[in-house]
């Protein structure tokens, strides 16, 4: 299933998204990554990443209240869609699986 | 701390406000400036400030930009595009006459534009074909020579084997040099102009090499000829392989075809048709003191500047030679320059195009579509006021003056493409074989694979989109619904801006009439001077020395010969120019060469003093006659005792001739001394033939010529032909003027005749009623021939005027001596005009006449 598929980015962001719950619009987003993993994104990569899940039916957005900071302006929050819950877990579960593959004993060179 | 609030940097914001999409604007907005505050609290206003233009910067993407993506509104555009042209066509179809009259004049304005644009820009644009041609360049050197720095298109021959030798950044060096060679075949032979040339040739210039290899003439004993000579050498047969002898100055060589090139364009100032190796030029002469043109191609990517830089230090090498000729510095000039800049650069290759018929041409084609335009102006104005409830209609429905606008350009714009395509036809199937048949050029329209040509067919398309629809469009979409359907709008009105472009119109038509007129009269005039000397029943003959006599002789025994002259040089076939010098002053003039008796066969009448005198062996030597000219020249009061210096040589005046006519006409004489010779020294004999026997004389001559003389070929020619090129050249201008100015008359009468018709037409219900209370038609059309025949007469009067001045310039430039603009010109002019008008009107008032009011009151 080639749709469901997601970069690294976007799986951060949706994983940011479904955790902060309620809040979660572009600055918050991009404050909780910052916080959480210690990276340092642009908004517009953020904002352009957001658009695309929301494209693709993992989020769904709807304009929300405003601010001070923000200038009376309104912001816009994003929550994680059913369909975008399935993704995460799915990405999981591929992952865990292979996870779990990998051999306990060092047979790995990992000293080079 | 101060209380100011720091704020995000106002260009950011504004940029961020005009780029984005105003459906995402609030929350990238609000998404930055929270971002800004944070940022300012963490790391500070600078920090901040930068984080946020960038940002802005960062954003700035495809998915955020605002655009127009509402396809519906789109295809919207188009169907409206589609409805322009359907009613366009319908227009146009609805009103056939004036359609077809703005399309006839249009169109052939078109076909005079093509005609002057191949022209120009085949004598503009040269060398231009070759693929590596913004590589190669003409060498040239500086020189002081006759008390100036000139430039010279050449180099000594050896500093031009240096740069083949020496230089990095030169690819390839191509030495060309020309001079007459005599190629001889089995049984005939030619006199061409030979290029002598590297093998290089080939590999630099993009000639295409039909039969051989072009490697071939690496060798000595190879040579290349065009493809059409080939033809004219041998025929259909294989050229590779075939030998000819060709003679070069006094040595005869042995040659093989080993390459034959196809033709090199027209507008190529390299033009050989026979191509032999370098080596036969100089043969044995000192490769320092001979000199050729070389050209340089240089490696890709070379700088120009940069070879230049080092060729300089070749000055010095040329300088070291100890030779006259010292340098100055060395040049490079561009080989598409290379033809423009002729004149600046002397012995160069190439020549300057000559302006006067580029200058005439583009003057006709202006004025053809200068004429047409108004043409169209006014018959598009004229046509659209009828149309004029249309417009009020459409108006109150809602249609916005711009979007009329655009209806009218529509219109015009479907005419102007009809009328371009039919001129392009018109120019490939008439005018452009008819010019070249004219002038003696080889132009053809090449629509398909000529950019520049394209491009210039495209910009008249829109050009006479605008300069003729422009104002009638304007003109028409200006008028109020209300008061167009109240009545209030005068239609029908003065309109002095068209009764303005009719009159100018006229103007022009009259002075191109005057112009062709003129030029008919300058013709005859020419064509009926007498040349100064008697042309009629004289063949020319050429000879050497050696069988000079054996030749004269046997001819002289031919019945059809009444009398032989012998000279050097034959009048108006050989120029000879020398300074001559009478106690100071010294002129340059015409020095001819012939025996004692040529001046007298010639009948060039005497002013004073003798003939030469066969029987004084002192007249061969020191006796010289001169023309009238000279005597003014010269300022002499009496010709008697009078010494002339030629050459340094004194010479004795004997006698003064009647001016003739030595060169064209349009040089006017000059000083011209006849000097006898012995019959040893010349060349050239002229036999006064039986009259009406000269064509069967010559070849009797022929015939006669190869008992004496099988090597080289018969070259004859009549006396009375010298002059038939420059005829030739009058006539051909003469037809364009004529044919400009039946095209000028054409277009301005089919101007008027939509004019009057429309005008007429208008009125045609008022014209019924008045009918049938039992006006004339001349009463009802009184006020018409009133307007219209005030234009044309006020046209004539002010064309008159205008066309002394211009017709007068365009003859001296073209004529020289020509005869006044007077009368009899403007005469013709104005009487042809008004006669072409008068006519028009007429035609129209024949309508007028002829109707029946009952037909025009029952519609509508």
């Known amino acids: 299933m080639k749709g469901t598929n997601i970069g690294e980015l976007e799986e951060l962001v949706l994983l940011v998204v479904g955790v902060l719950y309620e809040g979660a619009y572009g600055v918050s987003v991009l404050k909780e990554i910052k916080e959480q993993t210690g990276r340092e994104v642009n908004i517009s990569a953020v904002h352009a990443v957001m658009n695309r899940l929301e494209e693709k039916g993992f989020l769904r957005s709807e304009m ?47 000293s080079q | 701390m101060s209380d100011r609030i720091e704020k995000p940097p106002r260009w950011a914001d504004r940029f961020l406000g005009w780029y984005c999409n105003p459906k995402l604007l609030e929350q990238i907005q609000g998404d930055v400036h929270e971002l800004f505050y944070w940022r300012l609290e963490e790391k500070g206003i600078k920090q901040a400030k930068r984080s946020f233009a960038w940002d802005v910067i960062r954003l700035f993407r495809w998915s955020n930009i605002k655009r127009k993506s509402n396809k519906t509104q789109n295809s919207n555009n188009i169907g409206m595009f589609k409805n322009y042209f359907k009613i366009g066509l319908r227009n146009l179809w609805k009103q056939r006459m004036p359609s077809t009259i703005n399309m006839i004049g249009l169109s052939l304005a078109v076909g005079c534009c093509l005609v002057a644009f191949k022209y120009i820009e085949f004598q503009l644009v040269r060398d231009s074909f070759h693929e590596n041609g913004d590589r190669i360049y003409l060498g040239t050197h500086q020189a002081f020579e006759e008390n100036d720095v000139h430039e010279y298109g050449y180099f000594s021959w050896a500093i031009g084997d240096l740069i083949r030798e020496n230089y990095a950044g030169v690819k390839n060096v191509v030495q060309y040099n ?80 080993g390459v034959v090139f196809e ?33 340089l ?88 006021t009828r149309r004029i409830k249309e417009i009020g209609i459409r108006k109150v429905i809602g249609s916005k003056r711009g979007q009329l606008v655009v209806q009218f350009l529509t219109e015009n714009f479907i005419l102007c493409a009809l009328a371009i395509s039919v001129g392009c036809l ?44 422009a ?24 309109r002095r801006f068209t009764m303005a ?114 029987k004084l062996p002192s007249d061969l030597t020191s006796a010289v006659l001169v023309n009238e000219a000279f005597v003014k020249a010269f300022q002499l009061e009496d010709f008697v005792g009078t010494t002339v210096t030629i050459d340094s040589a004194n010479f004795q005046v004997v006698g003064v001739l009647k001016d003739y006519f030595y060169s064209s006409f349009q040089d006017g004489i000059e000083p011209a001394v006849f000097k006898a010779e012995a019959d040893s020294l010349l060349t050239t004999l002229t036999f006064q033939a039986r009259s009406g026997t000269m064509i069967a ?88 021939y009133k307007r219209f025949s005030f234009i044309v007469l006020f046209a004539v009067v002010a064309g008159s005027l205008l066309a002394v001045k211009v017709v007068s310039l365009l003859l001296v430039s073209v004529y020289g001596e020509h005869l006044p603009v007077d009368i009899i010109p403007l005469g013709l002019a104005s009487l042809l005009l008004l006669i072409v008008a008068a006519l028009t009107i007429n035609i129209q008032m024949r309508r007028v006449r002829l109707m029946n009011p009952a037909e025009t009151l029952r519609t509508e």
């Open chain 2, 501 to 614: 472009l009719l009159t100018f119109q006229f103007v022009l038509a009259m002075i191109t009439i005057v112009a062709g007129v003129s030029s008919v009269q300058n013709n005859n005039l020419y064509e009926s001077k007498a040349w100064g000397y008697n042309q009629n029943d004289k063949l020319v003959v050429n000879l050497s020395k050696e069988n000079f006599q054996a030749f004269r002789s046997e001819a002289m025994k031919n019945p059809n010969v009444l009398d032989v002259a012998a000279s050097f040089n034959s009048l108006n076939n050989h120029w000879d120019f020398r300074k001559m010098k009478v106690g100071e002053l010294e002129y340059e003039g015409q020095y001819l060469r012939s025996d004692a008796y040529y001046p007298e066969f010639m009948e060039i009448p005497l002013v004073e003093g003798r003939y030469f005198d066969k």
């Open chain 1, 64 to 110: 929300g209240g405003s601010s001070s900071t923000r200038g009376g302006r309104r912001k816009r929050n994003y929550y994680l869609t059913s369909s975008g819950r399935a993704t995460l877990d799915q990405v999981r579960t591929v992952r865990e699986k292979l996870y779990n593959q990998l051999s306990p004993s060092g047979s790995y060179s990992f």
């Open chain 2, 697 to 784: 004389l010559r070849d009797e001559l022929e015939e006669t010529w190869s008992k004496v003389d099988s090597e080289t070929a018969f070259s004859a020619h009549f006396q009375s032909d010298v002059r038939e090129r420059e005829f030739e050249d009058m006539r051909g201008l003469r037809n364009v003027l004529v044919f400009t100015a039946s095209l000028a008359v054409l277009l301005s009468a089919m101007g008027l005749f939509g004019l009057v018709s429309l005008s007429i037409s208008a009125r045609f219900k008022d014209f019924g009623i008045k009918k049938v209370l039992g006006a004339s038609a001349l009463s009802l059309l009184r006020d018409v």
């Open chain 2, 471 to 494: 104002y009638p469009a304007f003109f028409v979409s200006r008028f109020k619904p209300v008061r167009i359907f109240r009545g209030a709008e005068k239609v029908g009105g003065k």
């Open chain 2, 426 to 469: 018109l120019a490939a199937g008439f005018f452009i074989p008819k010019f070249n048949v004219i002038s003696g050029s080889t132009l053809e329209l090449d629509i398909l694979n000529h950019a520049n040509l394209q491009i210039f067919l495209l910009g008249l398309l829109f050009f006479l989109t605008f300069a003729s629809g």
């Open chain 2, 263 to 295: 033709e090199a364009p027209n507008n190529s100032s390299l033009r050989p048709e026979v191509i032999i190796h370098p080596d036969f030029y100089t043969v044995d002469a000192d490769p320092k003191e001979t000199t050729a043109n070389f050209f």
């Open chain 2, 178 to 257: 020309t001079r007459g060679v005599e190629v001889n075949l089995t049984n005939r032979s030619f006199g061409e102009y030979a290029a002598f040339t590297t093998k290089e040739y080939f590999d630099v210039f993009s000639f295409d090499v039909l039969y051989g290899e072009k490697e071939v003439l690496a060798g000595k004993d190879k040579i290349g000829l065009a493809e059409q000579t080939a033809k004219r050498y041998f025929n259909d047969e294989y050229p590779i392989g075939k030998t000819v002898a060709i003679t070069i100055g006094s040595e005869s060589y042995e040659f093989e075809v």
């Open chain 2, 297 to 384: 191609e240089l490696e890709e990517g070379v700088a120009v500047q940069e070879v230049l830089g080092q060729l300089q230090s070749l000055v010095e090498v040329q300088n070291g030679f100890n030779l006259d000729r010292k340098y100055e510095a060395i040049g490079l000039e561009p080989l598409t320059t290379m033809a423009k800049n002729a004149d600046r650069i002397r012995y160069g290759i190439g020549s300057v195009p000559p302006m006067a018929p580029m200058i005439l041409l583009a003057c006709i084609a202006s004025f053809m579509l200068i004429l047409a335009t108004f043409n169209y102006i006014n018959i598009a104005t004229a046509m659209a």
